[in-house]
């Protein structure tokens, strides 16, 4: 009977030059479907955080007034005018989307410059109607929002206070970013101009 013998090679299958190289190969491969690359032209520097916008620079005043939405009627809402009228800050607030208390939700706010600087603006149904000339809505940044309780059975007015924080703004004309600084709105709101 013949017996017969396995030969195993001198050299084994994976040397540790093949599994260097294999490992070489598979990290390249993994590299450049991720996006990664190992060409020295490109930086190797972490991307750099966008910069903050600048201020919007319009100085607003305190306080600020509210009504229900004389356009919807289903809305709240709160305004602070600049200082010399000719610009408003405009929160609208969705009466069925708030709870008593403090929440906090996204920020809906815009900032409209005027033709002709104007303090009766909003909460009056006989007008004058403003004319926008530039138009600033917010499209990052929250509100915390504090919804009173309704004043009495017979009054549907209660008290809204609104702190805006981290808002960025954006002109609907030219696409330009700014940063509003944080501000707080207070009003009695749910009454109807009529």
């Given at each position: 009977?013949?017996?017969?013998?396995?030969?195993?090679?001198?050299?084994?299958?994976?040397?540790?030059?093949?599994?260097?190289?294999?490992?070489?190969?598979?990290?390249?491969?993994?590299?450049?479907?991720?996006?990664?690359?190992?060409?020295?032209?490109?930086?190797?520097?972490?991307?750099?955080?966008?910069?903050?916008?600048?201020p919007l620079g319009?100085?607003?005043?305190?306080?600020?007034?509210?009504?229900?939405?004389?356009?919807?009627?289903?809305?709240?809402?709160?305004?602070?005018?600049?200082?010399?009228?000719?610009?408003?800050?405009?929160?609208?607030?969705?009466?069925?989307?708030?709870?008593?208390?403090?929440?906090?939700?996204?920020a809906w706010a815009?900032?409209?410059?005027?033709?002709?600087?104007?303090?009766?603006?909003?909460?009056?149904?006989?007008?004058?109607?403003?004319?926008?000339?530039?138009?600033?809505?917010?499209?990052?940044?929250?509100?915390?929002?504090?919804?009173?309780?309704?004043?009495?059975?017979?009054?549907?007015?209660?008290?809204?206070?609104?702190?805006?924080?981290?808002?960025?703004?954006?002109?609907?004309?030219?696409?330009?970013?700014?940063?509003?600084?944080?501000?707080?709105?207070k009003a009695t709101?749910?009454?109807?101009?009529?």
């Amino acid at each position: 009977m013949r017996s017969r013998t396995l030969r195993v090679p001198s050299r084994p299958f994976f040397s540790s030059a093949r599994a260097i190289l294999l490992v070489a190969s598979f990290t390249t491969a993994i590299a450049s479907l991720i996006g990664c690359s190992s060409d020295d032209s490109k930086t190797t520097e972490p991307p750099m955080p966008p910069e903050d916008p600048e201020p919007l620079g319009i100085e607003f005043l305190e306080g600020g007034g509210g009504c229900g939405d004389q356009e919807t009627f289903d809305a709240y809402l709160l305004f602070q005018y600049n200082t010399d009228y000719s610009a408003a800050l405009v929160i609208r607030l969705q009466p069925s989307a708030l709870t008593d208390g403090w929440q906090l939700l996204p920020a809906w706010a815009r900032v409209h410059r005027f033709a002709e600087p104007d303090p009766t603006y909003y909460c009056d149904d006989v007008g004058p109607f403003p004319e926008y000339v530039e138009t600033w809505r917010a499209i990052e940044g929250g509100m915390w929002v504090y919804l009173g309780p309704v004043a009495s059975p017979h009054d549907e007015t209660r008290t809204v206070e609104v702190l805006l924080h981290d808002v960025t703004v954006e002109n609907e004309d030219t696409s330009e970013l700014r940063s509003l600084p944080s501000r707080t709105l207070k009003a009695t709101v749910g009454w109807i101009p009529g």
